[in-house]
């Protein structure tokens, strides 16, 4: 190897073993502290809404609903907004879809939020804490969730490979604001099994349910009214 392409190779390994010396920047204890604070709030929201959540479904599936004669301003979506439904036993065990996620997103902040600490490791880069607080900071796009609440029901089976037993739903759909942080309509359903189904993944049974489910929820839907 000839003198001149050592020097090259010498400058090369200089100029690559000054970028690895080179500090990346990370997050101030500032920086973290009022990362802390915002996931701290954020947290303390989602259980306020949770439990609003499940309270107002408490108030709202016993005794008669207390239903204005004003007809319900429906939002778009229809019947396709994010739902869930309610056995009254496991409600304590649900969390809407929403809110689950928002939790979940919660948590990985703070897993990250403690590897920003952590002084064994090197810690991360100042770049992860901006794309966690803007994920945070964001403004969400959650306004509406269905909730049907089964009063009463006589699950649809298969009884054969190309026959099925029927079922029945009698219950209750609920419409939650997540602006007013409140029921604002409701109505009562009742639905049948639709005579013929389309089963996706040989999942005849999930699809059976699924499908009375669905037609409750179309049921309630066009009957929503204000609640008082």
Known sequence: MSWKLHGVVAVLLGVWLAGCSKEVPRASKD?????????????????ADLALWRKGIRSLAAGALPLTTKTCPLPPGGTSLPNTTVRMPN???????????HRDELRRARKMLKDMRDRVRKRLPKSTYRHTWKRLTRKRKREWHLVLVVESE?????????????GYLKGRLLLWSYEERKYT????????????????????????????????RRDGFKKLRVLR
Not at 31 to 47: D, R, T, Y
Not at 91 to 101: G, N, T, W
Not at 157 to 164: L, W
Not at 202 to 208: A, D, E, I, P
């Open 31 to 47: 920086e973290m502290a009022k990362l802390e604070q915002l996931i701290q709030k954020s947290e303390a929201q989602v259980a």
């Open 91 to 101: 409600l304590d065990k649900l969390v809407p879809k929403d809110l689950r996620h």
């Open 154 to 166: 006589v699950r649809p089976k298969m009884v054969s490979a190309r026959k099925y037993s029927p």
């Open 185 to 216: 309509c409701a109505a009562q359903v009742v639905a049948h099994s639709s005579k013929k189904i389309r089963v996706y993944d040989g999942r005849k049974g999930r699809t059976l349910q699924w499908g009375l489910e669905s037609n409750a």
